[in-house]
């Protein structure tokens, strides 16, 4: 059995011993990525980079995005009055190209920084793990869950790129000005419910999205359909109060599909424990609340990734696709605050990249004795860090945990006006 239907079959029973045999989206997104054996994240089947991958990061596209936060860093570590003892813990590694440049550079330009480093990194996938682990073996670095980092234990920074939009996310429906959860049953289950109206029970007359055709040559299932019923747990009805979105106005029209990412903000809770002087520092693609909820967006963000294809479709390419949904930035602030999290700032990566140091990158590239092709190469990597439409304009937001007045009066580099 190959792992698509390894992991079809473990849903399917998921689902058939769940009360009213159905799942949340959150509960079927979780499985699809980070199944122990089969999930896409959990098995081989990630594809990070370029040629015939599925998506690929700010790191693949050089040492300068890693060496650039490594200046911020190092100022970060200043700022705390340069401890004998600094941790950086990156959340979600990926392959690790980014945890090598920013050691690489390290090692290289602050020698005494290096000396106090403690890198640390948190990593769910056992298929990166094992990469980042023979990439970075000429480093000290250690890998652990954050459950397993005791409750005050880092004085740092907790970093991430690109991983709370991989993050399970709640799917929701608006009816008669209602929220209402969007579950995940097996086609046979969906085929058997009756159109009852009493509580847990789901329609039958559920809507389903309108879903993209599946890539050329991509493994699909039509296993899994939706259902609408009540919300799961009260914590996504009160989501919104937390940032702000009111959907019983008028402008949310009957049909208003969205998410919420309640993973979010338990992950975000965990990481403000576990600090107890230094920063958060989250890189991803998203929107502030007023934006993500955006009456006109009215069938939220989820995306899937399959071969640098992307499409609506959540349902096809079981475990071999990635499934995310932009993050709330908001969110991410407003909660941050009840767990003792300051908002530093929030910018685009763009200009947090040329605050620190980016722009002189690109005016020394006229200045290099290189090839005319690497030279191409390496302005045209530079640039796509900056473009505003793509990697450019992801989030930037860094907070804070633990600092007194005089360090919190000190700018961080990456947050000021840029060169």
Request: with cysteine; hydrophobic share 35%.
């Amino acid at each position: 059995m190959d792992s698509n239907a390894a992991l079809c079959t473990a849903i399917a029973h998921r689902i058939a011993a769940s009360p009213k045999r159905r799942i949340t989206f959150a509960e079927y997104m979780d499985m699809v990525l980070y199944h122990p054996e089969h999930g896409y994240y959990s098995s081989n089947a990630v594809k990070i980079g370029f040629k015939g991958s599925d998506f690929f990061t700010s790191s693949n596209l050089g040492a300068d995005f890693g060496e650039l936060l490594a200046e911020q860093f190092v100022q970060m570590w200043e700022i705390l009055g340069r401890p004998t003892s600094f941790s950086l813990v990156e959340m979600g590694a990926g392959q690790g190209l980014l945890a090598l440049h920013i050691l690489n550079y390290h090692q290289q330009h602050h020698p005494d920084f290096f000396a106090a480093l403690e890198y640390v990194i948190v990593e769910k996938s056992p298929a990166l793990k094992q990469e980042q682990q023979q990439r970075l073996q000429q480093f000290p670095v250690r890998w652990c869950s954050l459950e397993e980092i005791p409750s005050n234990a880092i004085t740092g920074c907790f970093f991430s790129n690109e991983l709370v939009d991989a993050l399970p996310v709640h799917q929701f429906v608006l009816e008669k000005g209602e929220l209402r959860e969007i579950y995940v049953t097996t086609r046979g289950d969906k085929e058997d419910e009756t159109d009852e109206t009493d509580e847990g029970v789901i329609s039958s007359s559920a809507p389903l999205l309108p879903r993209s055709p599946a890539p050329p040559n991509s493994p699909s299932s039509p296993l899994f359909v939706e259902l609408i019923g009540e919300p799961s747990t009260p914590q996504l009805v009160e989501y919104f109060n937390i940032v702000g979105i009111d959907l019983t106005q008028s402008s949310y029209a009957d049909g208003y599909r969205s998410e919420i990412n309640l993973a979010a903000v338990d992950w975000l809770s965990i990481v403000a424990d576990r600090l107890q002087q230094g920063y958060v520092l989250t890189i991803d693609y998203g929107y502030p609340a007023s934006r993500y909820y955006n009456p006109r967006r009215s069938q939220g963000t989820l995306q899937c990734y399959y071969q640098h294809r992307y499409h609506d479709n959540p349902y096809i390419n079981i475990g071999h696709q990635d499934i995310t949904a932009h993050v709330d930035f908001t969110a991410l602030e407003q909660w941050g605050k009840r767990c003792g999290l300051e908002k530093v700032g929030f910018t685009q990566q763009g200009v947090f990249l040329m605050a620190l140091g980016l722009g002189s990158r690109i005016a020394a590239l006229s200045h290099q004795e290189i090839p005319i092709s690497q030279l191409l190469q390496r302005r045209s990597a530079l640039h796509q860090l900056l473009d505003p439409t793509g990697l450019g304009g992801f989030g930037v937001l860094i907070q804070s945990k633990g600092l007194n007045e005089k360090e919190k009066s000190q700018a961080l580099k990456g947050l000021t006006v840029g060169e």
